[in-house]
């Protein structure tokens, strides 16, 4: 992911051939990090079957919504990137970026909607639009966990300090624990530490490294797994916070893109499983999902579009949302969300109903995602962030 500077602070920018948050004029960066492991076969994707489902949209005017997450009495957490604010960086080749204190986390229980976490730091368009903030949560239990894209590292210790800037100091690329009354801790600068890892091995990525962009987070025990767009990396977060890396995530030789990895889940059989956005090419079918177990990661299945949610229902079937199912920044915003049944058919979920589809969850035979999730909660009379349920009895 390139940076812009302007006004001496510097602030992620979204590049197509490697940025996480793909937006109407914006994409998302992941390279992924660990021992060097190499992919293993390939496997042929099966027909997929089209079957819509049935889609209700359960919320609405979101911010950005991201990442979800059922917490233990059936309440659903989203992660909201915000909208940005009102310090506007300098033009650059997708216009201004602008900050703010705007991205947090929200909760629906009972079908209300309530504010968790508030007054995180976001960049999006003056419109709001495409914004990074907190963009991934996850639970364990009673604790919930959260993370910030991006890296304090993008910003010069030259920079003049303001609400804004220490705010983006204080909370880019953090892992953060989230407290019974909305308060929040750092539990890890998983950002910064992939952004070292990468500058330590820019032989990998020579014309982007460093580069960090985490993603996307899951919880096994207390044990935290983080997606990381920008560094191309899987990377593990222990209960003391210490980061260190699980796995890199290649691309075949001669790849125009990096792999850029959105999403990490748990398997039923203890195992993780990675989704990509980008696979190496921008056109369709060339995202994979990767199977990490023993050390080892390996290349599950191919044939996906620009994934950017992950998970796993309670019979082991797997499901992948796409963000742009005709290919990646293209302008047909159409969706989709893939089912895997175990023996690897698959069925596609939503069709023409979803629209940027992003995070995933599960719960009681019903899919949730994430919609319009590059929208923010006002937008004239545009499309809002939405958050929408998909019936699959």
């Known amino acids: 992911m390139k940076t812009r500077t302007e006004y001496g602070t510097t602030f992620p920018t979204r590049s197509k051939s490697r940025s996480r948050n793909v937006g109407v004029a914006a994409a998302i960066g992941l390279f992924a990090a660990g021992s060097l492991m190499a992919a293993g076969p390939v496997h042929a994707a099966q027909t997929t079957v089209d079957a819509a489902g049935t889609v209700t949209v359960v919320a609405r005017n979101l911010d950005n919504p991201r990442g979800l997450a059922f917490g233990p009495h059936g309440e659903l957490y989203i992660a909201e990137g915000g909208h940005g604010g009102s310090l506007c960086l300098g033009n650059g080749p ?36 495409a914004a990074e903030g907190l963009d991934a949560v996850s639970t364990q239990g009673n604790r919930i966990y959260g993370q910030v894209s991006s890296s304090s590292a993008r910003i010069p210790a030259s920079t003049s300090s303001g609400s804004v800037i220490d705010a983006a100091r204080a909370q880019l690329g953090r892992t953060i624990t989230i407290n019974n009354d909305g308060s929040w801790n750092v539990l890890a600068s998983t950002g910064d530490a992939d952004y070292a890892w990468a500058g330590d091995h820019r032989d990998l990525q020579p014309d982007q490294f460093p580069d960090a962009n985490p993603n996307g987070i899951t919880t096994s025990g207390r044990t935290q797994y983080v997606a990381d767009a920008g560094a191309n990396l ?160």
């Open 94 to 129: 997708e216009g201004p970026q602008c900050a703010g204190l705007t991205s947090g986390i929200s909760k629906l229980a009972h079908g209300q909607l309530t504010k968790v976490v508030d007054g995180l730091i976001s960049v999006a368009s003056p419109t709001g639009t």
């Open 234 to 393: 899987i990377a593990q977060v222990d209960n003391h916070g210490h980061v260190s890396t699980l796995a890199y995530l290649r691309v075949p030789d001669g790849s125009i893109t990096d792999a850029v990895p959105t999403c990490v889940t748990k398997a039923p059989d203890g195992s993780l499983y990675v989704g990509e956005l980008l696979g190496g090419s921008y056109a369709p079918g060339n995202a994979r999902v990767w199977r990490i177990a023993d050390g080892t990661a390996t290349v599950k299945w191919t044939g996906f579009t620009g994934i950017q949610g992950c998970g796993f229902d309670d019979v082991g079937n797997f499901y992948a949302t796409e963000f742009q199912v005709n290919g990646m920044f293209g302008p047909d915003p159409s969706g989709a969300v893939i089912k895997v049944a175990p023996n690897g058919a698959r069925t596609t979920l939503g069709t023409g109903q979803l629209f940027f589809p992003s995070g995933f969850a599960y719960d009681n035979g019903a899919v949730y995602v994430s919609n319009w999730s590059i929208m923010p909660a006002s937008n004239g009379r545009g499309p809002t962030g939405q958050l929408v349920r998909i019936s699959l009895g």
